[in-house]
């Protein structure tokens, strides 16, 4: 397992392929959810604490870009 706690705003969020889709905003729910920084359209979104296989200066997950965006929600679990 990892540090919650290495999990700083303003990181970067990299997929499972290596790509940079998000930035950290902060972790909410009792720190089981990440909330992501707005996006262009100034749209936010959560993302599942056990998506996360590394912390080092970014945050890395378990799947793709795309698989990502199709399961991540607008509204904190």
Do not use: C
Request: aromatic residues 8%; negative net charge.
């Amino acid at each position: 397992m990892f540090n919650l706690a290495a999990i700083k705003p303003d990181m970067a969020v990299i997929s499972a392929e290596g790509s940079h889709f998000a930035f950290v905003d902060h972790l909410e729910g009792d720190n089981r959810t990440i909330l992501l920084a707005a996006d262009a359209s100034g749209e936010r979104h959560y993302i599942p604490v056990s998506w996360v296989t590394k912390i080092d200066h970014a945050i890395h997950l378990d799947r793709s870009t795309s698989q990502a965006m199709r399961q991540w929600t607008s509204e904190a679990a």
